[in-house]
C-alpha cells in the first residue's frame, strides 16, 4: 500500500476509536434519514480527498459501535486488539485459502490452529476440519456431511427419501433454513420440546425418532446446541449422544454462542461428551472476540469433509497434496483468511488467556445474574452457567423499554422470549467488561425508567 494512503487510514481508524470513547452510542436514526444524505450519494465525477475524509467521519460517527462497553445486543462484542491487527493483515495481504500456492503459511497456521483444537476437544487421530463464513454456514457444512453420510448417493442424484433433522425447538433459525437449502424440506425439521431451563428434552427427541422409523423417514442428524440463542442453554451433549449411538444417527454441536468452553479447564463440563459428536462447530467471534467472521468446524471422520467437498478442478488445484490445497475440504471457492487473528490473539494471550476470557465471563455472568436475584424490582429468567442474563425490570414492557433505551441512546440491548415470555435479555459476551461496566448497566436502566415514568405522568 502507498504509504501516503496508508496515514489516510491511520487518520480514519484514530478518528473512530475517539468517537468510541466520546460518542459509544450513536444516535438512534431511521433508514429514510440516511437514504436522504448527500454524503452517501454515488457521484459521477471523483470527489477530491478532503471531502471523502469528511464523508468517511460522518460515517464513523453515525456507525452502531458494537466495541462500546454500552453494547449488549449481540452474540459478539467489544474487541481484542491482538486479533484485529491479525485481521487487518489478512486484508492487506489478501491471500486466498484454496490452494497451498496462494496461501502458503496461511494454509500452516489454519492448520495448526485446527490440530490444536482437535486435541483440545478429543477427536482423535483422523478428524479434520475448516473454516467457515459464519455460524449458519458451519452448521450447514455439518447438514451437507450428515445428509451424504445418511444417503451416500445425494451427492450425485438428489435426495428421493424423508431425511430428518431433530434440533430444539430452541435451537438457531439457521437448521431449518439450511434444511430448506439443501432441499431437505423445513417440514423435515423436527423441533423437538425443551425443558424449562431451555435444554432439549431426550425423552422427546427418543419419542419423536421412533415415530419416523415407524413412518419409514429416515433419521440424518441431532444437532444439540451449546449456548442456545436467547437463553444460552446448553443441550445435554452426553446423553443426547447415546440416543445418537442407539439409532445411528449423526450428531452435529453448534457450539456457535458458546463452544468456545473447551478452553476452560473449569467450563469445559459444558461440553461434556463433546468428542462422542461427529462434528462440532463454534465462533471465535462471539465468546473470544475476535473480529466477524471467525468461524470453524471440526469433524470426527475427515473422510466425510472430502466426500461432501471435494471437487476435482484441475484448472486450480496444481501443486502439492490434498493436506495443504485447504479449497478440497471447503464450502467456497475462494475463501478469505480467517485463521490469522485467532493465531495473533492465541500467540499474544496463550491457551491460559484465551482460558481466562473464558472464565471471566462467566464471572461476569454470575455477577449480573445475581444482582438481579438479589433486587426485587427484577425477575429473572436465567439459569446456571448462562451467559444470556433474562429478566424483566419492575412491569416495564421489556420490549418498550428495550426500544426506549436504543432510541434515547441510553444503552444497546435487546429482548428475547421463551416459551411465551418476554423479557430483556443482557449478552455477557465482551471480555472487556468487568463489574463496573455491568453494574452500570443496571443503574442506566433503573435511572432511566425512573426517567420514563416520569414522562408518563407529567
Ligand atoms: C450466532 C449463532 C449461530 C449463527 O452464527 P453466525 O456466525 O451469526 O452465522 C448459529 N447457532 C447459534 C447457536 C448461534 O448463537
Known amino acids: 500500500m502507498n504509504l501516503k494512503n496508508f496515514k489516510y487510514f491511520n487518520l480514519l481508524a ?7 470513547v466520546e460518542k459509544p452510542i450513536a444516535k438512534a436514526r431511521a433508514p429514510i434519514y440516511f437514504e436522504k444524505q448527500e454524503y452517501l450519494s454515488l457521484p459521477d465525477q471523483s470527489i477530491d480527498r478532503e471531502l471523502s475524509l469528511e464523508n468517511l467521519k460522518t460515517i464513523i460517527e453515525e456507525i452502531p459501535k458494537t466495541t462500546s462497553p454500552k453494547f449488549f445486543n449481540q452474540l459478539f462484542g467489544g474487541r481484542q486488539d491482538d486479533a484485529t491487527i491479525g485481521e487487518l493483515l489478512s486484508v492487506l495481504m489478501n491471500n486466498s485459502m484454496y490452494t497451498y500456492k496462494v496461501s502458503g503459511v496461511l494454509s500452516i ?6 490440530d490444536k483444537i482437535i486435541s483440545l476437544i478429543n477427536f482423535g487421530q483422523n478428524a479434520g ?6 455460524g449458519s454456514m458451519t452448521n450447514l457444512m455439518g447438514m451437507i456431511m450428515a445428509r451424504d453420510n445418511a444417503c451416500p448417493s445425494a451427492k450425485q442424484e ?3 427419501q424423508k431425511l430428518i433433522t431433530y434440533t430444539s425447538d430452541a435451537s438457531h433459525y439457521s437448521i431449518p433454513k439450511n434444511a430448506s437449502i439443501i432441499g431437505l424440506g423445513k417440514e423435515n425439521v423436527r423441533l423437538v420440546n425443551t425443558l424449562d431451563n431451555g435444554k432439549m428434552s431426550v425423552a422427546a427427541l427418543e419419542t419423536e425418532i421412533k415415530k419416523d422409523l415407524e413412518s419409514s423417514h429416515k433419521p440424518m442428524i441431532i444437532n444439540a446446541t451449546a449456548g442456545t440463542t436467547v437463553l444460552g442453554s446448553f443441550d445435554s451433549i452426553e446423553e443426547i449422544s447415546k440416543i445418537a449411538k442407539k439409532y445411528n444417527i449423526w450428531l452435529h454441536v453448534d457450539g456457535a454462542y458458546c463452544g468456545a468452553v473447551f478452553f476452560s479447564e473449569k467450563y469445559k463440563k459444558l461440553i461434556k461428551g463433546v468428542e462422542k459428536a461427529d462434528s462440532f462447530s463454534f465462533n471465535a ?19 466425510h469433509l ?36 485467532l493465531f495473533t490473539l492465541w500467540q499474544s494471550l496463550g491457551k491460559n488467556g484465551l482460558e481466562k476470557i473464558i472464565n471471566h465471563l462467566f464471572d461476569m455472568a454470575k455477577i449480573a445474574k445475581s444482582y438481579i436475584e438479589n433486587n426485587k424490582d427484577y425477575t429473572s429468567y436465567s439459569y446456571e452457567n448462562s451467559l444470556s442474563i433474562c429478566f424483566n425490570y419492575k412491569n416495564i414492557d421489556p420490549v418498550l423499554l428495550c426500544t426506549k433505551l436504543y432510541e434515547e441512546g441510553e444503552l444497546v440491548v435487546g429482548y428475547g422470549e421463551f416459551k411465551n415470555q418476554k423479557f430483556v435479555r443482557l449478552v455477557i ?3 472487556n467488561n468487568g463489574e463496573k461496566e455491568i453494574l452500570d448497566f443496571f443503574k442506566s436502566i433503573e435511572n432511566f425508567a425512573k426517567k420514563l415514568e416520569l414522562s408518563q405522568t407529567s
Open 306 to 341: 472430502y466426500h461432501s467437498f471435494d471437487i476435482s478442478a484441475e484448472y486450480l488445484y496444481q501443486t502439492q497434496d490434498d493436506d495443504y490445497n485447504l479449497g478440497k475440504i471447503s464450502l467456497q471457492c475462494g475463501r478469505r483468511n480467517d485463521s490469522l487473528k
Open 129 to 134: 476440519g475448516t473454516f467457515a463464513p459464519g
Open 285 to 303: 467471534h462471539k465468546m473470544l472476540g475476535t473480529p466477524l467472521s471467525t468461524s470453524l468446524i471440526f469433524v470426527k471422520n475427515k473422510e
Open 158 to 160: 438428489g435426495v428421493f
Open 14 to 20: 484514530e478518528y473512530l476509536f475517539k468517537q468510541e
Open 429 to 431: 459476551v465482551n471480555s
Open 109 to 114: 497456521i489454519e492448520k495448526n490452529i485446527i
